[in-house]
T-cell receptor, first 108, second 115 residues
């Protein structure tokens, strides 16, 4: 069963704009991770946020976690064409569950 | 270079013909896993291994087998492939067995078509 579900399924933005996507999960977690996938390639780890953290930053990425709502958001600021990719959240301890992903298209 | 490798990268086969997709990592990682990715369904875990000789089922293990005889290798075996196993397969590994706390390093993927 899939634990995380991303929303929206797809997002199209202009270069320079911000992109926000959300992940909802069903059961309590210890950590939540975000990954990026470029066009059918292997996923690349972006950031991990722990259940006792509310917000985390990494470069142009900002991740929030609301355990009361069982949701997380990923914000990409000042988007670039290179940010065009699919983004996935993942939860679990030794058995990981990924959502279906949000496909982001950044238009030049 | 630290990496996860998969072979073959592309494979076309016929129903019922046994095949093996290999996965190897050179980072001395404890944890290895297999996923399949299908349109609209994201990644679904097939099997995972927390260390040598320790494997367990993921969410979609039916029709697949795995083994972990050496730390670096985690082959995926399809004993009798069927068309519904046509998919994009990824192998991943992480340093420790508690995968949720660890960065997962993914292989480049194997595209499988079963006719």
């Amino acid at each position: 069963s899939q634990q995380g579900e991303e929303d929206p399924q797809a997002l199209s933005i202009q270069e320079g704009e911000n992109a926000t996507m959300n992940c909802s999960y069903k059961t309590s977690i210890n950590n939540l991770q975000w990954y990026r996938q470029n066009s059918g390639r292997g996923l690349v780890h972006l950031i991990l946020i722990r259940s006792n953290e509310r917000e985390k930053h990494s470069g142009r990425l900002r991740v929030t976690l609301d355990t009361s709502k069982k949701s997380s958001s990923l914000l990409i600021t000042a988007s670039r064409a290179a940010d065009t990719a699919s983004y996935f959240c993942a939860t679990g301890d030794y058995k990981l569950s990924f959502g279906a992903g949000t496909t982001v298209t950044v238009r030049a | 270079e630290a990496q996860v490798t998969q072979n073959p990268r592309y494979l076309i086969t016929v129903t019922g013909k046994k095949l093996t997709v290999t996965c190897s990592q050179n980072m001395n990682h404890e944890y290895m896993s297999w996923y399949r990715q299908d349109p609209g369904l994201g990644l679904r875990q097939i099997y995972y291994s927390m260390n040598v000789e320790v494997t367990d089922k993921g969410d979609v293990p039916e029709g697949y087998k795995v083994s972990r005889k050496e730390k670096r290798n985690f082959p995926l075996i399809l004993e009798s492939p069927s068309p519904n196993q046509t998919s994009l397969y990824f192998c991943a590994s992480s340093f420790r067995w508690l995968a949720g706390e660890e960065t997962q390093y993914f292989g480049p993927g194997t595209r499988l078509l079963v006719l």
